[in-house]
């Protein structure tokens, strides 16, 4: 390099580098105007989470097509180093590696070489499935194709230096090289000028590329290469279970409208998306045509924070958590438009936790929506019409139908069910829920479970009319306030009794239970029956004589599996009430179960746009011609029981709870009745 190309590469270099220094200092900033949140504990922990998910990709590959961009991820890595060498190069032409020494700077170039190569490859497939067999998940966005593009030219341009510099003699330990040495042969019929010219314009390629790629990178949809990594870094260590709980007292305001009333963690997740789409392809309204799509909320949040961020860090406003309704009109986050959210795929969710468990880089997006959700209720008292019922009843009558509190005991009117009084002392506390108490479907379950309890001999007790709603539909819906009310009094009486261990019949109570109400104190161990029932077998205090052969699928409970991580319980049940058959299995099972459509408050909503979701899952289901579907949710039991008979298939199939199909199981028993 002449001294006119090394000071002109010295300006565009110096220029590149502050356009770059300036863009993450714009963003870094603008992502610490988000509120406070402590993700800062358990850092050893952290740093693992990082290598495997981050470095090691375990979520990209654990999907079809996740190990082309695993090797995109390395070589990137791998070249970063070639790269560096190039760039202090280009300032001072003797620089390079070769300290490393003999064994580790030919690794080097070879681990370049096959890189390149590998990258290339990568790149060309990546390119084709967007053109040729594009799943419906991936947009095809002008921005991918620039990325694409750039990382070609990359590649290409190191290939022709690297060949010209062998050529030239240049490179000592060309042998390290087998593509670009090969390459070099098709230079041998070049005079020493043809190359030189050549390896110029290579390198000036190579260069340019570089320093636009450096300059582009924090604008575009590749921001994630600077942000997954610190996002798999600062993600919750445990699958996101709850949503903070909030303060309530004057002058505060509730949920979130503006995108800087999120948290700095929460901005981060909008910088880091890779807009991959696994999000989109498992997320039930989405996949059921409603207008609810994980991927563009998150997408909706980044062009909120990136449009605005210049703006609010130009006025810094006192408080941006207490902005109100008069705040700059730009800084809408709930509406229409690319920079907000509709109120429409607001309500549309599940918060079945689909999308997060699918997330590569440990996006949260359910607490996003209930947060938004908790502005629309309590702030702006817009939500829609059907629920109007559900949050009087429940805070008027602590159920969501209105019923007389009276009304909860009645399902045990022809058994001897303690009931507790201040006084009295059970090993156990069945809370029976509302649906357990009040619905007559679920009633049927409730009282297989009083018969499971009563043969294996346990202590237990029910608090009758004094039971309240745990708050489940409220707290996914957004009405923060009564759930507040509810799970105070809720946990308040359950101290007075000293419980200690708590069977609970729904897994929409029993998550709320042992993960929200750990929020107000609550110390006491909660089971589900399934996970009560699977014990007692092992323990051999129930005994079963098999049932008739049959097929049976189970479905998994959003709330119980994806969140609570009870999977196998369930299903040691049924093969224990099958004779030690196990049950048939969906293709989305387990941790990847599709949704029954209720969760999330929607158990209560109208589903008239697209099609029912809970229709879906049946056609999942029956597609196994089973005889019974199990399930361990009086909310999915709702929905099969519809689902089937909307398919014709009442009478045909059942839906069956796994307490069922144990007590179908047991010996013949006579009434049985506490003492």
């Known amino acids: 390099m002449n001294a006119a190309e090394i000071g002109m590469f010295a300006v565009l270099l110096l220029l590149a580098l502050a ?55 390395w070589g990137f890595m791998v070249l970063l180093l070639v790269n560096s060498q190039f760039l202090v190069a280009g300032l001072f032409p003797a620089f390079s590696f070769q300290f490393l020494g003999p064994v580790l700077y030919p690794a080097l170039l070879a681990a370049a070489d096959c890189m390149s190569a590998v990258v290339l490859l990568t790149v060309v497939v990546a390119a084709a499935r967007r053109i040729a067999f594009r799943p419906a998940h991936v947009d095809p966005t002008l921005d991918a194709y620039i990325i694409l593009s750039l990382i070609g030219v990359l590649m290409l341009a190191y290939f022709g230096l690297s060949a010209c510099e062998i050529q030239q003699g ?15 042969e098709l230079a041998a019929g070049f005079s020493e000028r043809e190359v030189h010219v050549a390896s110029r314009i290579f390198w000036w390629i190579h260069a340019l ?17 600077l942000t997954a990594i610190p996002n798999c870094f600062f993600r919750s260590l445990e699958f996101v279970r709850t949503v903070p709980r909030m ?61 605005n961020g210049p703006q609010v860090l130009a006025g810094r406003p006192d408080s941006l958590a207490s902005a109100g309704d008069d705040a700059p009109a730009a800084w809408p986050l709930i509406g229409s438009g690319g920079q907000s959210v509709s109120p429409e795929a607001i309500w549309a969710c599940t918060t079945c936790g689909a999308c997060m468990n699918a997330c590569p880089v440990f996006i949260e997006h359910v607490p996003k929506l209930i947060g938004m959700r908790r502005h629309l209720v309590m702030e702006k008292a817009e939500f829609p019409p059907e629920l109007t019922n559900l949050f009087e009843n429940t805070e ?51 009282l297989a479970l009083a018969k499971i309890f009563n043969q294996a001999g346990l202590s237990w007790g029910i608090l009758g009319s004094r039971e309240k709603c745990c708050g489940d539909p409220l707290r996914r819906l957004g009405n923060e306030y009564v ?18 261990k708590v069977i609970t019949f729904c897994p929409h109570c029993f998550s709320t239970l042992k993960n929200d109400y750990a929020q107000y104190g609550a110390d006491f161990e909660v ?52 004779g030690g058959k196990p049950p048939l299995e969906m293709p989305r099972c387990g941790q990847n179960s599709f949704c029954c459509g209720a969760g999330g408050g929607r158990m209560w909503m109208d589903e008239d746009i697209g099609q029912a979701t809970y229709l879906a899952r049946t056609r999942e289901a029956l ?53």
């Not at 060309?174 to 070099?184: D, K, T, V, Y």
């Not at 759930?483 to 200690?500: C, M």
């Open 170 to 184: 240049a490179i000592e330990a060309a042998a390290w090289m087998p593509i670009s040495e090969r390459l070099a």
């Open 247 to 307: 303060v309530f007292q004057k002058g505060n305001r509730f949920g979130v409208s503006k995108v800087f009333q999120f948290t700095w963690k929460n901005l981060l997740d909008f910088y880091a998306c890779t807009e991959c789409g696994r999000c989109q392809a498992c997320c039930p309204a989405h996949s059921t045509g409603k207008a609810l799509n994980p991927k563009q909320v998150i997408h909706a949040g980044k062009l909120n924070v990136l449009a």
């Open 527 to 578: 089971i589900h029956h399934t996970q009560l029932i699977a014990d007692l077998l092992r323990q051999g205090r129930l005994r079963l004589s098999g049932r008739a052969e049959e097929r049976i699928v189970f479905h998994d409970s959003c709330y119980l599996g994806r969140y609570n991580g009870v999977l196998d319980e369930p299903r040691e049940v049924i093969a224990a009430a099958s």
């Open 483 to 500: 759930f507040d009310t509810l799970a105070r009094e809720n946990v308040q009486l359950f101290k007075r009794h000293g419980i200690q």
């Open 396 to 446: 008027q009558r602590f159920n969501p139908w209105g019923i007389a509190p009276s009304e909860r005991v009645k399902w045990a009117q022809d058994y001897e069910v303690r009931v507790m009084a201040d006084d009295a002392k059970v090993d156990y506390l069945f809370f029976v829920g509302c649906s357990g108490a009040l619905d007559s479907r679920s009633r049927q379950t409730t």
């Open 19 to 73: 356009v770059f220094a300036r863009a993450l200092y714009r963003l870094f900033a603008v992502m610490c105007l988000g509120r406070w949140e402590n993700r800062f504990d358990r850092l050893w922990a952290r740093f693992g989470g990082m290598l495997l998910y981050a470095f090691g990709q375990r979520r990209v590959i654990s999907e079809k097509f996740g190990f082309n961009h695993f090797f995109i991820f």
């Open 623 to 675: 597609a196994l011609n089973p005889s019974t579907i199990a399930v361990a949710c009086p909310y999915c039991m709702t929905m099969f029981e519809d689902g089937l008979r909307d398919e014709n298939a009442t009478g045909k199939v059942k839906v069956r709870d796994v307490a069922e199909l144990v007590v179908e199981a047991m010996p013949s028993l006579s009434p049985t009745r506490t003492t």
């Open 209 to 225: 590329t570089l320093l636009f790629f450096l300059t582009y990178l924090p604008r575009g949809k590749h921001l994630h290469i």
